[in-house]
């Protein structure tokens, strides 16, 4: 069946560090990835997209790599900031399924 | 913009009552989601319209759960009867087009407990 998995529950990194989250997927050939937000109380927030056929995109201190090889992308936050602290979902969508999440995880930067 | 509405905020039930909830999607947005997440997971799709048509309601308790989307804009999602382990929080989503890689916005959901 398919799986998502998310490298960690929880993640806890000194600030000005740089966060990498690992999103694995199994029986799944998604064509777009997207990274999520979630703060305590608050609906998912969108913060990046990728499609098969890119190895990376990058949108400020956000960068998001998909290895369709590996089954794998890995999201990172550079300089990161105790305001980053929230839980990072990623989500996987093919042409004919909906949109599927994994369980998140959760990253606090400590100052 | 205004964001994509939702209420109320928390409601609390017994098994067996039942319970809607409202969303309003952003104005002009043609994709209305319904997700249902519970404590710990990422959220799971319940149903998704197109304007006023379902498009995928594959995860959708039938038995109990239902759905609509009144003139394409408003949507209720009704559970009856709750039973306990719909305890969670509903989410309402919406997007320009629901053709992937239009991105999705969510509202601040609805939590629910069934005691």
């Known amino acids: 069946s398919q799986k998502i998995e998310q490298n960690s529950e929880a993640l806890n990194i000194q600030e000005g560090k740089t966060a990498t989250l690992t999103c694995n997927y199994t029986?799944?050939?998604?064509?777009?990835l997207q990274w999520y937000r979630q703060d305590p109380g608050r609906g998912p927030v969108f913060l990046l997209l990728?499609?098969?056929?890119?190895k990376e995109k990058r949108k400020e201190r956000l960068k998001v790599t998909f290895d369709t090889t590996l089954k794998q992308s890995l999201f990172h936050i550079t300089a990161s900031q105790p305001a980053d602290s929230a839980t990072y979902l990623c989500?996987?969508?093919?042409?004919?399924?909906?949109?599927?999440f994994g369980k998140g995880t959760r990253l606090s930067v400590i100052a | 913009e205004a964001g994509v509405a939702q209420s109320p905020r928390y409601k609390i039930i017994e098994k067996r009552q039942s319970v809607a909830f409202w969303c309003n999607p952003i104005?002009?947005?043609?994709?209305l989601y319904w997700y249902q997440q519970i404590l710990g997971q990422g959220p799971k799709l319940l149903i998704q319209?197109?304007?006023?048509?379902?498009?995928?309601d594959s995860q959708l308790p039938k038995d109990r759960f239902s759905a609509e989307r009144l003139k394409g804009v408003d949507s209720t999602l009704k559970i009856q009867p709750a039973k306990l382990e719909d305890s969670a929080v509903y989410l309402c989503?919406?997007?320009?087009?629901?053709?992937?890689?239009?991105?999705?916005?969510f509202g601040p959901g609805t939590r629910l407990t069934v005691t």
């Open positions: 989503a919406s997007s320009l087009d629901g053709a992937p890689g239009y991105e999705q916005y």
């Open positions: 319209f197109q304007n006023n048509g379902v498009v995928d």
């Open positions: 989500a996987l969508l093919s042409g004919n399924t909906p949109l599927v």
């Open positions: 104005s002009g947005h043609a994709t």
């Open positions: 029986n799944y050939s998604p064509a777009y």
């Open positions: 990728i499609r098969e056929n890119e």
